[in-house]
């Protein structure tokens, strides 16, 4: 099986050529042209993120993909990740079938809890409830896949009897992923509903992943299913050489990330850790050759079958994402096909 290489992004809002913050709606036009590029370029997915904060201007991320999928051809569309706890299972199989329909059958969905909580008060539910909101809408979102009249009970919501759901899918089916930060019990969970995993892979050396990987393949030859693709999700940027990437990504890279630490308690990131990180750690940046040879080990050690690169980096400009897609696309996503082999 050939590697698949994608690209993500969470709409971050970016800066202008004036050094001031675009408005969200100029971003999520922006965030359109990265798309249509990654599909020139040979891109093979685009994951566009959920959020409802100031910083990150996507908050539907079907209606951005529905502008994508009219824009291209080829390049596979989905979430990354739609925050399933706050939301309708239902209505979200809605929106991607109908995305799905609009895109000739290039639509997925990775669902997860999401690693903010902004969407539970806006939408009405409790933090208390987190788990319990995530693992029932699961349960009913399963069954919806299944594109048969769906019958289900529980304690979030009125009980569904007989309930046909549409549209269907063309194919009869829908990718979706399960979207995992590393708990031995989401692994098991996305074997146990036969959903393939992503890993978001955000900080330290990706090798420690490997017992996740192993668990969940062990866990879905035991439970009689048949093997499914692990993908890993990890930050990165890819410039002409390794000195202009990590100076390019550097002092936006920082601004976000301690913007997002100073919510989380952590310590404001120094150019020594970002730099550690990038030796040893799960940040892909430098030259094509360098983000190569980083992936390509990446996916060997953990036995993945996609990779996606998260690209977009707080207000790290559009012009910078661009040239980094066309890099990542043209150059690297080759690279790594031949050393995968």
């Known amino acids: 099986m050939t590697i698949e290489l994608g690209l993500d992004t969470f709409g971050d809002i ?50 951005v993909l529905a502008g994508i999928a009219a824009r291209t051809t080829r390049i596979r569309l989905g979430s990354a990740v739609t925050v399933l ?27 997860g809890r999401g690693s903010f909580i902004e969407s539970f008060p806006l939408f009405g539910f409790d933090l208390k409830q987190y788990d319990e909101l995530f693992n029932e809408k699961l349960e ?79 866990a879905l030859n035991e439970m009689g299913k048949a093997a499914l693709p692990l993908g890993v999700h990890s930050h990165g940027f890819v410039g002409e050489t390794d000195a202009q990437a990590k100076d390019d990504l550097w002092p936006d890279y920082k601004r976000m990330r301690d913007k997002i630490g100073s919510e989380r308690g952590w310590p404001p990131m120094t150019r020594q850790a970002f730099e550690q990180e990038i030796e040893h750690g799960s940040l892909y940046v430098g030259s094509p050759e360098t ?29 910078k994402m661009m040239r980094s897609i066309e890099l990542y696309g043209r150059k690297v996503i080759p690279l790594v096909r031949d050393m995968v082999g």
């Open 14 to 63: 970016t800066d202008g050529p004036d050094g001031k913050p675009l408005h969200a709606a100029q971003v999520i036009r922006n965030l359109i042209e990265e798309a249509v590029l990654a599909d020139q370029a040979g891109v093979d997915f685009i994951g566009v993120g959920e959020h409802h904060r100031a910083d990150f201007a996507v908050t539907s991320p079907e209606m």
């Open 85 to 111: 706890s706050s939301d309708d299972p239902i209505r979200v199989f809605q929106r991607f079938s109908t995305l799905d329909a609009i895109s000739n059958g290039r639509a997925e969905v990775i669902l």
């Open 140 to 218: 009913i979102y399963a069954e919806v896949l299944k594109q048969q009249p769906v019958t289900w009970q529980g304690q979030t919501r009125a009980p569904l009897k007989n309930q046909n759901v549409y549209p269907k899918t063309e194919s009869g089916k829908l990718t979706t992923w399960i979207g995992v930060g590393g708990t031995p019990e989401s692994v098991v969970r996305a074997a146990h509903y036969g959903m393939p995993m992503m890993l978001a892979i955000i900080g330290g050396d990706p090798k420690r992943f490997a017992p996740f990987a192993d668990l969940y393949r062990r």
């Open 291 to 319: 983000v190569a040879r980083k992936i390509a080990a990446t996916t060997k050690a953990l036995g993945v079958d996609r990779f996606d690169l998260k690209y977009s980096a707080g207000p790290l400009s559009h012009d």
